[in-house]
């Protein structure tokens, strides 16, 4: 029986990232516009657009996390390509 080394955060950090980065621009880009229509709809205020809070700061945000979630993925699969090589090494021919 083989045992695992790592927690489930070490293991699953990267598919986190990722769903994390997916909430962000959902809530930023879809989620917060159209709050902020019906908002102003049903209040009978003036409608402000929102603006999105990622984009701030010349989309730094979004270059960081673009090369982070990349960077993780490549090299997951690499670390997934190299543990499949290991296990067909070990089988008996």
Known sequence: ???RT???MQDNWRSYMAWQYTA???YDFMLMPSFMFW????TNTPYF??????????????????????A?????SKE?????????S????
């Open 80 to 88: 997934k390509i190299a543990s499949s090589n290991d296990v067909e």
């Open 6 to 8: 790592q927690t489930w």
């Open 24 to 26: 962000i621009c959902l």
């Open 49 to 70: 657009p929102w603006t999105p809070l990622t984009l701030q700061g010349a989309g730094l945000y979004h270059i960081s996390m673009g090369a982070i979630v990349t």
């Open 39 to 42: 908002w102003a709809h049903f």
């Open 90 to 93: 070990n089988q008996p021919a």
């Open 1 to 3: 029986m083989k045992w």
């Open 72 to 76: 993780t993925s490549w090299s997951k």
